[in-house]
C-alpha cells in the first residue's frame, strides 16, 4: 500500500508539473530561410519569441497558436511584400505583439480577424495599404502606446461584430497608455458594422476625414471613467482633422466624456441618421467635460444639412450637427 501511494503521489506532481514551468524564450534573426510564420510551429503556449533584423514576409499565427509574445526589442522591423494581405495576421488567442518600430508594406498593418485577440503594444505601424490595423469578424484587440501613422485608410479599424480597448489595458487603470494616431488618408479611428470600442488617452489627429467615425450600429465610448473611485484617467485630444472631431452615424450610440475636440474642420461633434450621443459629464465629478473649440458649422454648411446648432457641452454647451 505504501508503495502504490508513493506511486499515486509522483503521479500527481508529473500531471501539476507542466502547469508551473515558465514559457521558454527563443530568439529568431531574420533572414535567409528563417521566418516568425515558420518559427511559430516550434513553439508553445506561454513562450516569448524575441525578433532581430529586418523582417520581410507576411506574418501568419494560426488559431491553433495561443498564449505567445513576439518582441521586436525596440530595433527589429517588419516589411511585409504581399500587399493584398497584412503584414502580420493573427487569428490565434492571445498573442501580443510588441515593440517594433517600423511595421509597414502589405495591405492593413496588423489584422486581428476569426475571433482572434491581440495585444498591440509600443509599435510604429505605417505606410500601409489600407488600415494600421483593422480587427474584423468577432477579433478583439488592445491596442497601447503605439505610433499609428501615413495609413491610406483609416489607422484603426475596427469592423465586423468585432470590439477594441484603445489607449488602456484595463478599466481599473487610472491612467491612459496612449496611442498617437495621426496623418492617416481617412479616418484616424473607424467603427462599424456592429462592433464597439472603448477609446481613451489617445492624441488623433491631422487625419484626412474624421478623427472617430462610428457607424452601422455601432457603440463606443470616447473618454470614460476608469480605476479607483474619484478618478478619472485622460482624455482623448482630438485635433486638426479635416473632417469632423467625432461622428456619430447610422443608428449608432456613444458616450462622450472628458475629451478635449479642437480646430477639426468639419465640426467638434456630428450626431445624424438615428443614432444618439450622450455628451454629458457625470455630474460633479471634475474634469468630466468635454471642451470643444473652433470652426464646427462647416460640415452643416457644406452639406446642406437641415438642422445645425448649440445643444450643450459640460461646462454649458454642446455642439452638435443633426440631419
Known sequence: MRVIRVLILIAGFLVLLPLVVEGRTE???CGGPRTITATLARLDPGD???????????VVI??????????????????????????????????????????????????VTKGGTATIINNTIQSTGNDGINVSRGGFAVIVLNTIQNN???????????????????????????????????NGITVGESSSARIEGNTISGNTSDGIFVTDNSNV?????????????SPNIIQNNDGAGIVVTRSSSARITGN???????????????????????????????????????????????????????????QYSQQ
Open 27 to 29: 530568439t529568431i534573426t
Open 48 to 58: 516569448t519569441l524575441l525578433v532581430k533584423g529586418a523582417c520581410v514576409e507576411n
Open 62 to 111: 494560426p488559431e491553433q497558436v495561443i498564449d505567445l509574445i513576439i518582441d521586436g526589442q525596440g530595433a527589429a522591423t517588419i516589411n511585409g511584400p504581399d500587399a493584398t494581405k497584412a503584414i502580420v495576421t493573427i487569428s490565434g488567442r492571445n498573442i501580443t505583439i510588441q515593440n517594433f518600430p517600423s511595421i509597414t508594406g502589405g495591405r492593413n498593418g496588423v489584422g
Open 152 to 186: 491610406l485608410n483609416s489607422g484603426i479599424d475596427i469592423a465586423q461584430s468585432s470590439s477594441a480597448d484603445i489607449g488602456f489595458f484595463s478599466v481599473t487603470d487610472t491612467t491612459a497608455s496612449p496611442n498617437t494616431i495621426q496623418n492617416n488618408g481617412n
Open 221 to 233: 465610448r470616447i473618454g470614460f471613467r476608469s480605476g479607483s473611485p474619484g478618478t478619472l484617467s
Open 260 to 318: 478635449t475636440i479642437s480646430n477639426n474642420t468639419g465640426g467638434g461633434i456630428v450626431v445624424n441618421d438615428s443614432s444618439a450621443a450622450d455628451i454629458s459629464p457625470e455630474a460633479g465629478v471634475p474634469g468630466g467635460s468635454n471642451t470643444i473649440t473652433g470652426k464646427w458649422r462647416s460640415r452643416c454648411e457644406c452639406q446642406g444639412w437641415s438642422l445645425c446648432g448649440t445643444l450643450f457641452v459640460g461646462d454649458g454647451r454642446k
